[in-house]
């Protein structure tokens, strides 16, 4: 029932900006084959895994602790290593020139068999489910369903799958303790449009809907097995001049490893952001 989504939606959009999709269209089975080939990725050598480290396309691995997202109250970075996979753009086609565009690092064949199949799926699938909920989106703002499928919106989006794995206390003892400064993830907004999270069953998430409350109250995202939390990004909320909400997130581990894969949308390099003609008015003109 379209109608009942979209006031569901407008509603989580306007109070947290995060909320859940169920029936997605993306099977368990492969969902379950995606997070055992992420497993497979970071249990490899250290030696290997550095043989992929993130190139300047912002391609490949990222250490543990080679992120800080919220450096004035992290004494470390991040207790996460990640594998960032984009939009596959051959090295000599034009558009590989632009940002966020360009061929992918790849695990060899020999080493992880059909991780690049796997993952390439992923992506695919995901950017489906994305734009299906843009279209949710865009009914909630009020706006065409295919607004946001333009070409030079989602149609030719940046879509990054990030591939995240938060390191279990066996290895290295680590219980965040956001006293003293030692996160998972640190607080953060994501700065796009939209992102869908598929995460395992280790609880972890936490959002904080008034950032600017004095303390700042914190509560705790559950996993849905099977289903993707979404949240909306910074670019979204000034798009809609503030209507909708970008929330502070962070990652907060109780000693379990957690295993999460993250899926970044934004439009494409030739979208203009300016404020929705159907999210100003005489009383809210356009920040």
């Given at each position: 029932d379209i109608q009942?989504?979209?006031?569901?939606l407008k509603q989580a959009c306007l109070d947290s900006g995060f909320f859940y999709v169920l029936d997605h269209g993306i099977s368990q089975e492969f969902m379950d084959?995606?997070?055992a080939e992420s497993k497979k990725f970071?249990?490899?050598?250290?030696?290997?895994k550095m043989k992929l480290l993130r190139n300047e396309k912002n391609r490949g691995y990222t250490p543990m602790l080679d992120e800080i997202l919220d450096p004035e109250n992290q004494v470390n970075g991040d207790y996460k290593e990640g594998y960032y996979?984009?939009?596959?753009?051959p090295a000599d086609d034009p558009?590989?020139?632009?940002?966020?565009y360009g061929p992918n690092q790849w695990p060899s064949e020999e080493v992880l068999p059909k991780w690049r199949e796997v993952m390439e799926q992923y992506h695919r699938e995901a950017l489906r489910v994305a734009k299906s909920v843009a279209r949710i989106i865009a009914l909630a703002l009020n706006l065409d369903a295919d607004f946001f499928d333009r070409p030079e919106m989602l149609g030719d989006s940046?879509?990054?799958?990030?591939?995240?794995?938060?390191?279990?206390g066996q290895k290295t003892g680590q219980v965040s303790n956001p006293s003293e400064g030692v996160y998972g993830a640190g607080a953060h907004s994501d700065y796009g449009l939209i992102t869908l999270l598929a995460t395992d069953d280790v609880v972890g998430l936490q959002i904080c809907k008034d950032r600017n409350a004095q303390p700042q109250v914190w509560e705790y995202v559950a996993p849905v097995k099977g289903g993707f939390i979404v949240n909306l990004g910074d670019m979204l909320e000034r798009w809609s001049n503030s209507i909708f909400r970008s929330t502070l997130h962070r990652v907060v581990l109780d000693g379990r490893e957690r295993y999460s894969i993250a899926f970044?949308?934004?439009?494409?390099?030739?979208?203009?952001?300016?404020?929705?003609?159907?999210?100003?008015s005489e009383t809210n003109p356009p920040k």
């Open positions: 009942r989504s979209v006031a569901l084959e995606v997070f970071f249990e490899l050598p250290n030696s290997e996979i984009g939009v596959e753009v558009q590989s020139n632009r940002p966020f940046i879509a990054t799958l990030r591939l995240l794995h938060y390191e279990g970044f949308v934004e439009p494409s390099h030739d979208c203009v952001v300016e404020c929705l003609p159907t999210c100003k």
